[in-house]
């Protein structure tokens, strides 16, 4: 699946890139030269940032799903437990 960005993103993006190349390594970067590069690295390391992603969210998932017994689990069958009086011989 490819990752794409919003028109405003991309836009974002670009803009970075060109101040980036400007701050950073003192060198223009015109508009579509920082577009194209943008678009490499979408490619090339989006799905390997991508996927790493998915997979701390799958361990978070899992961790959470392994706590659910633990947070809502409800003991059966204790009504004459809490009802029962004391000294009164059970049944």
Wanted: overall charge negative; proline content about 3%; aromatic content about 10%.
């Amino acid at each position: 699946m490819p990752i794409e960005l919003s028109r405003e993103a991309r836009t974002q993006a670009i803009a970075s890139i060109e101040r980036y190349f400007a701050d950073e390594l003192e060198q223009r970067i015109g508009n579509i030269a920082a577009g194209a590069m943008l678009s490499y690295f979408l490619e090339e390391i989006g799905p390997l940032v991508f996927n790493q992603a998915v997979r701390q969210v799958q361990e978070r998932l899992q961790e959470r799903v392994q706590e659910l017994d633990i947070e809502f689990i409800e003991d059966e069958f204790t009504y004459w437990r809490r009802h029962q009086a004391p000294g009164k011989a059970r049944r």
